[in-house]
């Protein structure tokens, strides 16, 4: 830090927080999509295109996930945001 | 018994060569006989890190092929005793590794009575990642202050606990190990450098190491010695701590907390 620094101290916010904050949603997020079985992105591209023929929807507005709750119950789950002009 | 220690990052760039190379020779300086394998078939290096580029004359491939004996493959390190190295190809063939082929190298080793064998895997996901960190008992997960290598590192521990050997034989896990590179205390002061406990808390897996961003790097690559045998750099210190937890002694981290400047470098920029 040089001198002319030091009385320049207005302290602009600290990046080091956003990029912890923006980390352990994403890691979260693909470490949830990781259990998922393979075909999981498929049948959500699938499903997508499918509900695209009726409602105008994007990319982030179909969520599927698959949820093991036992050995014998899995739970596809679907969730659509649909826009709000139906 | 062998102990197979994969060296592992996803992204590139973030010290994996360099590590494997102190990890290795710290070792071998530690009195266990050590072997390197550069598994990045194609983009030879660390025979340069290690200074051992003239030496050269069969590789891992040649072994996997049949084309040479391990013997006549392996580098014997001029430095150190107990350390090789076991160059990676140059060939641009994509499926030179195989798993059988790696298999058999790694019992060969085993058979030689190596006690350490450090995986150098290379960058990304595909095949050569993939080998390099199969057969893997351990695995030390090089990862930068930074919002990419962090997330690619937490790629590398899925496919750990899911494509390694001892995951898809339902096998005691690979123990992972966090080792955090390029650190530089006086940004995370700033609040510009993802501190270790954040780093720790994202990933979640124990700290090996944390090595200090220093200028003991890159000279130690320009002459072809491992960062270790540096005595004198806060690098070589921090790899010698990293090696001696990894052989299960509690070292107390240094390196972590800002040096204090003096008045001149205050005023005048260091």
């Known amino acids: 830090m040089s001198l002319l620094d030091y009385f320049r101290q207005s302290k602009p916010e600290a990046t080091a927080k956003q990029a912890k904050e923006r980390l352990q949603i ?11 079985p393979d075909y999981l992105p498929d049948l959500q591209r699938d499903i997508l295109e499918v509900i695209k023929k009726y409602v105008a929807v994007e990319q982030d507005d179909v969520k599927v996930s698959l949820d093991n709750r036992s050995e014998e119950l899995s739970v596809l789950e679907l969730n659509i945001t649909l826009p709000d002009n139906r | 018994m062998s102990k197979v220690v994969v060296v592992t990052s996803g992204k590139g760039g973030v010290g994996k060569t360099t590590s494997s190379a102190a990890i290795g020779t710290g070792l071998a300086l530690s009195g266990f006989k ?10 030879r290096n660390l025979d340069l890190i290690m200074g051992c580029e003239r030496r050269v004359v ?9 084309e040479s004996n391990l013997n006549q493959s392996l580098i014997k390190d001029k430095r150190v005793d107990n350390l090789y190295v076991l160059p990676a190809s140059q060939t641009r063939d994509k499926d030179a590794l195989t798993k059988e082929g790696v298999q058999t190298v790694l019992n060969n080793l085993r058979d030689m009575e190596f006690d350490f064998i450090i995986c150098d895997s290379p960058a990304g996901i595909e095949t050569g990642a993939i080998m390099a960190l199969y057969f893997a008992d351990e ?6 202050p930074e919002v990419s290598s962090v997330r690619d590192s937490d790629r590398i521990l899925g ?3 899911s494509k390694s050997q001892r995951a898809e034989q339902g096998l005691e896990p690979v123990r992972e190990h966090l080792l955090l590179t390029r650190y530089d205390p006086s940004r995370v002061n700033r609040g510009d450098m993802l501190s270790v406990e954040d780093v720790e808390e994202i990933l979640a897996i124990p700290l090996l190491g944390v090595i200090p961003e220093s200028q003991a790097v890159l000279k130690a690559s320009n002459s072809g010695e491992p960062v270790i045998l540096d005595d004198e750099s ?7 701590d990293a090696v001696d937890r990894l052989l299960g002694k509690e070292v107390d981290f240094r390196f972590l907390t800002e040096e204090k400047k003096g008045l001149f470098s205050r005023l005048f920029g260091a």
């Open chain 2, 58 to 66: 069969y590789d891992f491939v040649n072994v996997i092929k049949g």
């Open chain 2, 234 to 240: 806060d690098a070589g210190k921090a790899y010698r």
């Open chain 2, 139 to 144: 695995a030390i997960i090089t990862t930068n």
């Open chain 1, 26 to 36: 994403i890691v979260a997020h693909e470490r949830n999509q990781r259990n998922g």
């Open chain 2, 34 to 43: 050590t072997v390197i394998i550069d598994f990045d078939i194609g983009l």
């Open chain 2, 159 to 161: 496919m750990l606990s």
